[in-house]
């Protein structure tokens, strides 16, 4: 641990209702990183933290001296660096490329999945717009319900219509919900996480959609219970996973990178995610702020342009590039992953940031743009990158 003292203790900053705050909150627990846990409100955030990050996002990491971090993927790397021991990466390079692969999956291919569940049935929307409300953005001599019909009608425009779903794709975005399920179960009846004996980074990609979206919100938490038992007892395991006593429990033997029953989790992100991650960043290169995806036969439009997601292809694509591994490069290819990767070569993300992260830029931010923030939050096509890491 050279070097952290200067930075500990941390304090993370979170929001209950948060995607990707439960996948920090878990590394940071098992990892048992010194931090305390603040959960912040809209205004907190638009007023206090988005000056110091650029974003009105969660989480987001305080260092000691000061100095806000942020990205949930980023920071892990970034944590590992500091806090070597109990490792999330495996030591054998093709594995760690497979494990990275599948993180960036799971941290971003199940968002609208996760986001879609959340807000399309009146049951699971009515009760986290009332969350949303109370617990995170109230506002003085304003009527409660008004502020949850408001939250309600955001939310909905946000992640479902602005995020491509549709009458003619919804059955498409519950089927990737249920593949998903069934394919983790088979994983986990037969090893505890998705490497082996311990917590992966992939684990961790996982967690967060599966925890405060599928495990907690009553629609997909019902179809888990119903359909994956197994998963279901993955997501409390991970939540009370402590490397102090799991140890140097063992990664599962993998020759070519690639444990068993992992296939089917590249097969599926080949066809979901990799050819979105392609079509986005032909956009951005192209300087279009739209585009439509298609995905397993059927059109998600209009999706945003974003530049972090640009560029997180790259990095995928240059992690590969270090790889000599024919084994892990026929699983790729058999799978369809290798041909999305390397179509069209590496396209320029235009995203310099990318290479700052997870450090945050200090931002100046006017009244109008505090009021903005407070009200709408930070779109997610900005250039600070996606909104809620």
Same mark, same amino acid.
């Given at each position: 641990?050279?070097?952290?003292?200067?930075?500990?203790?941390?304090?993370?900053?979170?929001?209950?209702?948060?995607?990707?705050?439960?996948?920090?909150?878990?590394?940071?627990?098992?990892?048992? !990183?010194?931090?305390?846990?603040?959960?912040?409100?809209?205004?907190?955030? =638009?007023?206090? !933290?988005?000056?110091?990050?650029?974003?009105?996002?969660?989480? %987001?990491?305080?260092?000691?001296?000061?100095?806000?971090?942020?990205?949930?993927?980023?920071?892990?790397?970034?944590?590992?660096?500091?806090?070597?021991?109990?490792?999330?990466?495996?030591?054998?390079?093709?594995?760690?490329?497979?494990?990275?692969?599948?993180?960036?999956?799971?941290?971003?291919?199940?968002?609208?999945? &996760?986001?879609?569940?959340?807000?399309?049935?009146?049951?699971?929307?009515?009760?986290?717009?009332?969350?949303? *409300?109370?617990?995170?953005?109230?506002?003085?001599?304003?009527?409660?319900?008004?502020?949850?019909?408001? =939250?309600?009608?955001?939310?909905?425009?946000?992640?479902?219509?602005?995020?491509?779903? *549709?009458?003619?794709?919804?059955?498409?975005?519950?089927?990737?919900?249920?593949?998903?399920?069934?394919?983790?179960?088979?994983?986990?009846?037969?090893?505890?996480?998705?490497?082996?004996?311990? +917590?992966?980074?992939?684990?961790?990609?996982?967690?967060?959609?599966?925890?405060?979206?599928?495990?907690?919100? +009553?629609?997909?938490?019902?179809?888990?219970?119903?359909?994956?038992?197994?998963?279901?007892?993955? %997501?409390?395991?991970?939540?009370?996973?402590?490397?102090?006593?799991?140890?140097?429990?063992?990664?599962?033997? &993998?020759?070519?990178?690639?444990?068993?029953?992992?296939?089917?989790?590249?097969?599926?992100?080949?066809?979901?995610?990799?050819?979105?991650?392609?079509?986005?960043?032909? &956009?951005?290169?192209?300087?279009? *702020?739209?585009?439509?995806?298609? !995905?397993?036969?059927?059109?998600?439009?209009?999706?945003?342009?974003?530049?972090?997601?640009?560029?997180?292809?790259?990095?995928?694509?240059?992690?590969?590039?270090?790889?000599?591994?024919?084994?892990?490069?026929?699983?790729?290819?058999?799978?369809?992953?290798?041909?999305?990767?390397?179509?069209?070569?590496?396209?320029?993300?235009?995203?310099?940031?990318?290479?700052?992260?997870?450090?945050?830029?200090?931002?100046?931010?006017?009244?109008?743009?505090? !009021?903005?923030?407070?009200?709408?939050?930070?779109?997610?096509?900005?250039?600070?990158? *996606?909104?809620?890491?």
């Amino acid at each position: 641990m050279t070097g952290t003292a200067a930075y500990e203790p941390y304090t993370l900053y979170v929001f209950d209702l948060s995607y990707f705050s439960g996948k920090m909150q878990a590394y940071l627990r098992y990892k048992e !990183i010194p931090h305390r846990t603040v959960d912040v409100s809209w205004r907190e955030l =638009a007023s206090r !933290i988005a000056p110091k990050t650029g974003l009105v996002e969660v989480p %987001v990491v305080e260092r000691a001296d000061g100095v806000f971090l942020r990205d949930s993927t980023a920071m892990i790397e970034w944590f590992e660096q500091r806090y070597p021991h109990a490792p999330v990466l495996p030591e054998d390079p093709a594995a760690r490329f497979v494990c990275r692969l599948l993180e960036d999956y799971a941290d971003e291919g199940l968002w609208r999945p &996760a986001l879609y569940y959340r807000w399309a049935f009146d049951k699971d929307a009515l009760l986290n717009a009332r969350r949303f *409300t109370e617990d995170f953005l109230s506002y003085p001599l304003t009527p409660k319900f008004v502020m949850r019909r408001m =939250a309600l009608r955001r939310q909905r425009q946000t992640y479902m219509q602005h995020d491509g779903v *549709t009458a003619e794709n919804r059955a498409d975005v519950e089927r990737h919900y249920h593949d998903e399920l069934r394919d983790l179960e088979a994983i986990f009846r037969e090893r505890p996480f998705l490497f082996g004996a311990r +917590p992966s980074f992939a684990d961790f990609g996982y967690f967060a959609s599966m925890f405060r979206h599928f495990s907690i919100d +009553p629609t997909p938490a019902r179809i888990m219970r119903d359909e994956a038992p197994a998963v279901y007892e993955w %997501v409390a395991r991970m939540w009370n996973a402590r490397a102090s006593k799991i140890g140097d429990a063992a990664w599962t033997p &993998a020759p070519d990178g690639v444990p068993p029953g992992i296939e089917p989790l590249l097969a599926r992100a080949a066809r979901r995610y990799l050819p979105v991650l392609h079509a986005n960043a032909r &956009a951005v290169a192209d300087g279009q *702020t739209r585009f439509d995806a298609t !995905i397993d036969g059927k059109t998600y439009p209009k999706l945003a342009a974003v530049r972090f997601q640009a560029w997180r292809r790259s990095v995928l694509q240059n992690a590969l590039a270090e790889v000599s591994s024919p084994g892990l490069r026929e699983v790729l290819a058999r799978t369809g992953c290798l041909e999305m990767l390397e179509k069209d070569g590496v396209i320029d993300a235009k995203y310099p940031a990318g290479t700052l992260l997870p450090l945050s830029q200090p931002r100046s931010i006017g009244l109008a743009d505090r !009021i903005r923030m407070q009200l709408f939050g930070t779109p997610h096509h900005e250039e600070a990158g *996606t909104a809620g890491h």
